[in-house]
């Protein structure tokens, strides 16, 4: 392998979408069942570290461990659980080298921790749009456009974060839906009983009012688990909603995107604010993450490309998150350098934007 | 060339999902409108020995036929009717190395012959359920039902393959149908007259029922001649039948699935009873393999990726399917090997987990 | 960089499908807006310099301007201002080395020249049926179907473009709409007030009208401006209207096709009447064309596959239309020949095909 280009190795990163790590033990199923996107390791399949990420796991993560690289993964969960969380935690978080965390804690299971914690990075909050509401809406449905207006006019929250990818799709009407609207919306869902929301109207709301408060907006899209229905989460089905909110000039950012990465870059070239990424396709798969940057960078402006990591409760995710993306970065780079494509100050230039400077631009971070 | 890794070159091969082979000698046209998905050559392009695979037949089968490598169609076409099609069938199914085929008799036109006469490898068979349809409609649509039941309780089949894509698309209810709906379409259908039908509850049903008695069911995904619409083959349009399904715990196999095969292989990492292959895809992408079986391998688990040639009428299909296969996969593996992303024993174990033993715990061959 | 593969750079280019170039000076702004598909410079992003087209107009179209390669875009602007439009045109039409131009004058802004202006080589013209509609209708509804007729009967134009891609999306109707259908459609139009139609049933009848009268269509397929939806216009979504216009043996052009050039080549592989391109792709992904183009070629027959550089305003366009897609073209061929995939007299035979002889087969242009 090829040393990484400096650039890319000396070029802070900002993870400008992750979640909280575990601070928790983890048995083998345990430790799986968090390792992808499926819910539980499958009889009818082998073990989840027969996969690009588990293989990963075993080269990369077992050396920080000090175990030899490829240990068997009985190996690795014994020696994970004997040096215990915390130690897991530190070790791969530090090792990341990610300096800025943007933690989306919309989901926060028991033994979370914030990943800087373990490394005294900068961490901003990103506020997910569905907790917000489903904090708001028991008091009541004539209150709600009121109360989560509220509540984000007094968020500290440097982005807001919407799954309507989950819960809805991404195919939202693209008009600003009217109070009333809204109220009968959030009425039906308290008459269902229901504490967690399906409904397109509410998720709309929450994204027109987070961008009136000039908040950037993250949307879920495309691969995540079987929660979701993938062709439902095709970033084309936000153009009408894109259109509609270009003229108000606040970021709109497409996470992870695969396999629709291409469809993304699209987007991210003709609408004015749309910035997006490739993150949780990154470490998901791994050694070919070249191959999906590659695909990922043919037409977007080197302006609006972003890093993340999308990692969630295992420290290794954000690791190998970061590690993957520099070593595809780098091959990009190199492989464009070796063509004669552009030259070393351009290739400096497009680490600098992508690693950091696109983030702090977007989320005016300075 | 690299020659292929030995894990690669020794590993056994079920072909999971293929045809008959035409035991019968073939002009021109013959051959032609039988290499590719064109029902025939169109006199507003060239020959279809102008495509990867026509290609592929004049440098990989000439040799076998005691041609030098690249001889013209017309002298392959000559030499492969002086030969006879036996013996051209001897030839390169024996070549093949494949040591058992899985085989759907659901389309057998005159002269056609099971591969494994010429091999005297394994064979099984897959039911076409269409097919059943077809032969126990004629008898009422009141008993409609209750004959499918019993062809399927009484069937040596290994598998049931459905066309739903050819007739219906692959948009599927997930509900089981009521019998009063299955006999109400039953009943249409006879009135329609038609041997064939497109009817999704009939669709529907055959699933369910095969499914219910432990039979692992194939579905035709993506890519095919021009009866299906492409854009109705997509395998997520299967999310909500796999949902339904998979806690039956009974293996669901999408063949093919080009070009939507990042989409396959996120239905096999997220449902636990999913498994895929790029089968008809290897030997028509030709020596372009590598690119679209490293795509198909991003995501997907070790566990649940399969091999199959999906090899109709051309014995050369069968070779070249097993041939580009075994050259793609080598070089998956290569890569990986040479990125210090895994070690040989790894390597091993994805050739025949791929191979063959994820076919065997599937379909529970031993 | 290897050299081109000699067929590569010696095989005459037919451009099937470009536009008029710019005959004024821009300033940086002017320049920007005509370089991707993005409207205007997006104050959230960066200079649309910061992309692969960006960096290979520095790198290829600096040294033809007597720049070193990879000058800063500033002086590259301030040096293509100094030497005037003429001159630049001038310099990069000849050195695109494009012998044929097929002309789309269906959007024609003030100071637009046709290409061979600068060259002398041949030039045809397509016929926009959008721009014939809109010429004809202001006559009245009624006599609007047998005006639209005249105009295709007693045109020059070796080709027709539409551009309903643009208008309603590609999911057209297969019927032929009836005379009763149009004249209500293009008096609904009239009624409107609008100069411009976005209505399917006059798509539909001119696409029918320009077939019957053996002129081949050519449509705008996927990635275009902010104006077109992409997931409308995907080339799976004109399955019904090849299959229905299969019968009349009248070549159908699928353009562009990014990024579902796959689903592209299976169209043409399948119908009989369908060729395709990557058009605009080209040079939008500059460096990273030949993973492009290799995609495209996969299951596409190479006697249905186009050159076009669907170069608009800016000179440089053609010349990196034309350069990175012999670039890419000889990759592919290059690499094939190290695969030993096929020998020098089929990369030969497969350069000519692609680069002229199909557009000259399609097209009837001797």
Redesign the interface.
Known sequence: ?EPLLPCVSSSPLVDHHCHGVLGVDLDRDGFESNL?????V???????F???LG??V??WCAPLLDLP??APAVEYLARRRSLGAAEVNRAFLSASGISTFLVDAGAWPEGFQAPSVFTGSRELSVLRLERLAEDVVPDGASGFPARAREALDSTTAVAAKSIAAYRVGLELDPARPSDREVVSAADEWLTSGSSRFADEVISRFLVWEALDRGLPVQFHVG?G??DL???KC?P??L??LL?ATAPL?V?IMLLHN??FH??AG??A?????V?VDVGL?TH?????AG??L??A????????FLFSTDAFALAELYYLGALFFRRALSDFLST?LR?????LS?AE??AH?IGWQNAH??YRLE
């Open positions: 392998m992808t996107e499926a819910s539980s499958s009889p009818l399949g082998t073990s989840l027969d996969s690009s293989l990963a075993r080269r690289s490829l691969y688990d079987a229905s993938l062709h095709d084309l089905l153009t009408d259109r000039g970021p695969y396999p291409r469809h699209y987007l070239q003709v609408f004015p604010h910035f396709a998901s798969v791994a050694h070919q191959r999906v590659g695909e960078l043919e037409i977007v402006p080197f302006g609006k464009g063509r004669h494509a552009f030259g351009d230039r497009i934007l631009r977007a």
